[in-house]
């Protein structure tokens, strides 16, 4: 027999110990979970976790040895207790854990896990009445030395596949339930990140989270962290030193494109108002017990900017803000209006565009405000500094001083929106302001120009302006100096009987000047009474009286002139009346002229 043939048979029995070999092997790997009896080893599993976790862990499922495709172990309904004192059932649960191990660590003392999955974890976390956390989970302080002792373990990715997640804190009653949470965690050095993302309020976030001490986080220590979140409707981050539950201090980041529709999110229902749009924050947090304070506060709403030092008390029902804050301007309208509404410009009749002011009611707040320009309806005030205060709806401004129309004033403003229809008291004091657009803008009177004085107390109720010019009671005066006036000719009003010519005197062109025009006032349901009215210049002296209709617009006066010659010393009564009493009545854009009787 030649060399070749005695090799080829040689070469088929280790072939054929080769295929044994390694059916055998396959053998055993199919066979083996089923021979291994771990129910035996259930009751120290379950010890050994409870112990490393100082929470009772029961596995009501079976516990299976797993082959393929990894060396590892499957355990089904795996159950992590709540304190005794909790009222979920459970702080953990899931359906399923699966855990791989490197089987060559093993014999090197070691206990080196590739991955655990945990299918549809469900954690239930709370914070009762004392604020205490359920997830402090610190390990039993004495227990027999275990496995987990004796070798060193270590995990170097965790899956959390379609859990849920549910939070509740007794102290403010709040609630949060999170869906379809998909995360890993995963492990470099001594820190921990997690990233994934979670379904809340059907809005899907992706998140991302880093902690150089995990441990000191699940037993109410503090570490240092970095989070972010981005959806939709929100994008956040935060950077600095935190504990779960507690105090937190670090660099906190913060845009959304709709603040109203962010609070629907949250479960806060925020006014149906042209404004809430876009928000961002860009401060230094501190948050200690419910509250927390944003320093170095750079903060943006709609067309608005702010900077300063703001700090939210969450510690009652109602939130309360303080703090000393700067704004370049504040438009008002879009707070108060809803969505498009614009303000009514006809001259003949009143905006009848409801108020919203639930903004008042949201929170409370004791603030320290300059504004550099606030706009209200077509006023334009300038240079604000005053302190704010909202209490329960109820709010008080004291603005000791303000520009207006190249005037200066001060008001103190109370808004009382905690009843059904709100209500109003303004005390008001300007010197010094020009006439024209303030009346223009107040009460869409265009025909009188001037410098002006003007004090005002008075209140009322409503909920448009067309409401509240009908409610207003009140007193004032006012005095314009060197103006004119447009649309109407006292003096030739007066002369009107002697020159048979009264359509002229309320004519569009018809104009005077005057030196002075003054008079006081009172207010009841919108109409405006006055009895010494007073207008002159150096030709003439007009006197007289009336009523104004703020609310339907109209006027009816009767005036007195009387001849007054600038340079002639004699008493005025020793001057002769040059011209007959008349009256002015009707709509203030289309008065009519009329004869009155001597009083």
Not at 434 to 439: E, N
Not at 471 to 480: A, E, K, Q, V
């Amino acid at each position: 027999m030649s060399p070749t043939s005695k090799v080829r048979p040689n070469m088929s029995r280790i072939a054929r110990f080769t295929l044994i070999a390694i059916g055998i092997l396959i053998l055993l790997l199919i066979v083996l979970p089923l021979l291994i009896p771990l129910s035996v080893y259930k009751g120290r599993v379950e010890g050994e976790l409870s112990g490393a976790l100082g929470r009772p862990l029961r596995i009501e499922g079976p516990l299976k040895l797993t082959i393929f495709p990894e060396l590892g172990l499957k355990a089904d309904q795996v159950v992590v207790a709540n304190v005794p004192s909790g009222q979920a059932p459970y702080l953990a649960r899931a359906d399923e854990v699966r855990i791989t191990a490197r089987f060559r660590a093993l014999f090197a003392g070691r206990i080196e896990l590739s991955r655990v999955e945990v299918s549809h974890p469900d954690f239930r976390f709370e914070v009762d009445a004392q604020g205490r956390a359920n997830w402090n989970v610190a390990p039993a302080q004495s227990r027999p030395s275990g496995i987990l002792d004796r070798m060193k373990t270590s995990v170097a990715e965790v899956r959390l596949i379609d859990g849920t997640v549910r939070y509740e804190d007794v102290r403010s009653n709040t609630r949060e339930d999170i869906q379809n949470l998909d995360a890993t965690l995963t492990w470099f050095g001594k820190t921990l990140a997690l990233d994934g993302e979670v379904t809340d309020s059907g809005e899907r976030i992706a998140f991302v989270a880093k902690a150089t001490d995990p441990t000191a986080l699940v037993n109410a220590k503090s570490s240092h962290v970095d989070l972010s979140l981005t959806s939709d409707l929100v994008q956040a981050s935060f950077k600095g030193a935190l504990k779960l539950n507690g105090p937190a201090d670090g660099t906190l980041k913060f845009d959304t494109p709709s603040l109203r529709k962010l609070a629907a999110w949250r479960g806060r229902g925020l006014p149906n108002v042209g404004g809430l749009g876009t928000f961002s924050i860009e401060a230094q947090l501190s948050r200690r017990d419910r509250g927390y304070t944003l320093s170095d506060l750079k903060l943006a709403l709609d067309d608005t900017t702010m900077n300063g030092v703001l700090t939210v008390d969450n510690s009652q029902a109602r939130s309360r803000l303080s703090g000393h804050l700067s704004l370049d301007r504040l438009a008002v309208d879009p707070y108060i209006l809803p969505p498009g509404a614009k303000r009514n410009m006809r001259a003949t009749a009143w905006d009848t565009a409801p108020f919203n002011l639930m903004l008042l009611t949201v929170f409370d707040a004791d603030l320290q405000l300059e504004i550099a320009q606030l706009n209200i309806r077509s006023l334009t005030l300038q240079n604000l500094a005053f302190p704010l205060h909202l209490k329960q709806g109820v709010l008080d401004m004291r603005i000791g001083q303000f520009a207006l129309n190249g005037g200066n004033g001060a008001l103190d403003l109370t808004v009382d929106a905690a009843q059904t229809v709100p209500s109003f008291r303004a005390r008001l004091n300007l010197r010094r302001f020009a006439a024209k657009p303030l009346l223009a803008a107040t009460l869409g009177v265009t025909g009188l120009d001037g410098s002006g004085t003007l004090n005002l107390d008075a209140t009322t109720r409503g909920g448009s302006v067309a409401a509240m010019i009908k409610g207003l009671w009140g007193r004032g005066d006012i005095m314009l100096e060197n103006g004119r006036m447009q649309g109407a000719d006292l003096e030739l009003g007066g002369r009107a009987a002697h020159l048979g010519a009264p359509a002229a005197a309320t004519a569009p062109a018809a104009a005077m000047r005057f030196t002075s025009l003054r008079g006081s006032f009172a207010l009841a349901r919108g109409v405006l009474h006055n009895e010494d009215f007073g207008l002159s210049n150096p030709i003439v002296e007009i006197l007289g009286g009336g009523t104004v209709d703020l609310s339907a617009r109209t006027l009816n006066f009767t005036f007195r002139p009387r001849a007054r010659l600038e340079r002639d010393e004699r008493p005025m009564n020793t001057i002769s009346d040059f011209s007959a009493p008349f009256s002015l009545s009707g709509a203030w854009t289309a008065l009519r002229h009329g004869t009155a009787s001597t009083p």
